[in-house]
């Protein structure tokens, strides 16, 4: 079965620091999706980013940038000079195919990222 | 456009009571999702429909939730009777594609939070 880990559980760094948020899969599949979502104090669950498997591109967004290592299983989100409103909990998800033949994600544990002024 | 909703936001019971949870997707979204989000954890998918029929729920327990999804738009989830470990957020989704994927992104909503007491 399809698994994410996210082994940091909280980040806390300073305003204007860089961090970066790791992700590690694992999946059986050939052709497979990897996404970013950022959950703020809210609730709701933002997209950031979704990913194929034949896309090893990196990505830049602004000050958000995404590094995708096959050879590692990685897919890793770095934040360039965080501000507070990055504070939020981080998943990162991958999908898989359900019993039905559709896809579900299938969330890691997520990373809490504290920004302090 | 308008995001996915789901009403209410906050629910407070006691154990063994009823509880339902209402979601209206994105418009003309034609997969609809219900997760459950135990705090400290990732969402976990409980169910997926397609229009207005159901691709996935091998992960719902069927003995206390139900949902349904009328006319393939909105959607309601239940809980009958409530137990302690059903307290979390249930997160709704939709997303654009007949199929549901691969690889389709997931618009959420901003989440049910319930706690049984």
């Known amino acids: 079965a399809q698994k994410v880990t996210q082994a940091q559980t909280e980040i806390s760094v300073v305003e204007k620091e860089d961090v970066t948020l790791d992700c590690v899969y694992e999946t059986r599949d050939t052709t497979y999706y990897l996404f970013w979502y950022k959950q703020p104090p809210s609730g709701e669950l933002v997209f950031l980013i979704r990913r194929n498997s034949f896309d090893e591109q990196n990505e830049i967004s602004g000050r958000y940038s995404w590094n995708f290592q096959k050879s590692t299983s990685s897919f890793n989100f770095t934040i360039t000079a965080s501000q507070v409103v990055d504070s939020a909990v981080y998943f990162c998800?991958?999908?898989?195919?359900?019993?039905?033949?559709?896809?579900?994600?299938?969330f890691g544990k997520g990373t809490k990222l504290t920004v302090n002024p | 456009e308008a995001g996915v909703a789901q009403s209410p936001r906050y629910k407070i019971i006691e154990k063994r009571q009823s509880v339902a949870f209402w979601c209206n997707p994105i418009s003309g979204h034609a997969t609809l999702y219900w997760y459950q989000q135990i705090l400290g954890q990732g969402p976990k998918l409980l169910i997926q429909f397609q229009n207005n029929g159901v691709v996935d729920d091998s992960q719902l327990p069927k003995d206390r939730f139900s949902a349904e999804r009328l006319k393939g738009v909105d959607s309601t989830l239940k809980i009958q009777p409530a137990k302690l470990e059903d307290s979390a957020v249930y997160l709704c989704a939709s997303s654009l594609d007949l199929a549901g994927g691969p690889g389709e992104t997931q618009y959420f909503g901003p989440g049910t939070r319930l706690l049984v007491l």
């Open positions: 998800a991958l999908s898989e195919e359900t019993q039905g033949g559709s896809e579900k994600l299938v």
